[in-house]
């Protein structure tokens, strides 16, 4: 996402921030869309999207509404749609990433995701082995990580003494997948501070295992090692609004798509740093 002016012309300031919204999503200059300065925006706007093979879905209870990547949220009335912000908002839970048209605390009412051909992250070719680089717990929610050398990995349970193994993790919740270990690359910290200038501590990821040379992003649904634990990879850990509120200002924008990967545990055993991370195939097991 690339922040832009609003559109300079007469139009309500639902509207250009809405257009300000599409294309910093887009990373286009917001002047080259469609800005009317009466009525809704959105036939004009919907249709400059499917010239260009796009188009807009409106989603349900936006107030409540998570998602991976970017999406636009309407802060406002719910009975007058020209009322109010654009803002464009991400994560898992969402939080608001960039408000063209200044912070607002008005609610959010409405919500939309520009729907793509390829709605997932494109992988990058797959790095079937890396290595580990950190280790981290904390052993309650919103207690300063713990930098570790070695941990024991507890099947079916998580990293011992850690918030989620201990169910006390501010998203715990019984015999859901993918909350006993969580990871994230190194890769994706270099970025932050390369691209967003954020130099994130890999503790302050809040991650429990730091990887390099690993392309998580490709191991959903696949089991992998750490060491001689054996660990299947679930799902992506979506960066949200939570870690937005301990970390340094854009953390959540700057890790959209590269937030690291949840997974459960299948064997216990322990892990230390400079242990290999590999698909298990990888590792003929």
Avoid at 36 to 61: D, I, M, N, Y
Avoid at 62 to 69: E, K, V
Avoid at 155 to 160: D, K
Avoid at 247 to 261: D, K
């Amino acid at each position: 996402m690339r922040e832009c002016a609003l559109p300079r012309n007469a139009a309500p300031l639902a509207t250009r921030t809405l257009v300000a919204c599409v294309a910093a999503i887009l990373e286009v200059d917001a002047e080259t869309l469609p800005c009317p300065a009466e009525g809704s925006p959105w036939p004009l706007l919907s249709w400059w999207l499917a010239t260009r093979k796009l188009a807009v879905v409106p989603v349900q209870k936006a107030a409540s509404f998570q998602w991976a990547g970017f999406w636009i949220a309407r802060r406002g009335a719910a009975d007058d749609p020209a009322s109010g912000t654009h803002v464009v908002m991400a994560g898992t839970p969402s939080g608001a990433v960039w408000e063209p048209g200044g912070p607002a605390a008005e609610p959010i009412v409405e919500g939309w995701v520009i729907a793509q051909p390829e709605l997932l992250p494109r992988l990058s070719p797959r790095r079937q082995q890396g290595t580990v680089e950190g280790i981290f717990r904390a052993g309650v929610s919103g207690a300063a990580p713990e930098s570790l050398k070695s941990a024991r990995l507890i099947e079916g349970v998580g990293l011992e003494g850690d918030r989620y193994a201990l169910g006390l993790g501010k998203f715990s919740g019984a015999g859901r997948l993918g909350q006993a270990l969580t990871l994230i690359e190194s890769e994706a910290l270099d970025g932050l501070r390369s691209e967003h200038g954020i130099a994130l501590p890999p503790g302050e990821a809040r991650r429990n295992v730091v990887t390099r040379g690993i392309d998580l992003n490709a191991l959903p649904g696949l089991r992998f090692r750490i060491g001689d634990v054996l660990c299947l990879a679930q799902r992506f850990a979506d960066p949200c609004s939570w870690l937005q509120r301990t970390a340094p200002a854009g953390t959540l924008r700057g890790l959209v798509h590269r937030g690291g990967l949840r997974a459960d545990i299948l064997s216990s055993g322990e892990i230390r740093i400079g242990d290999a991370v590999e698909l298990a195939a990888a590792a003929g097991a």
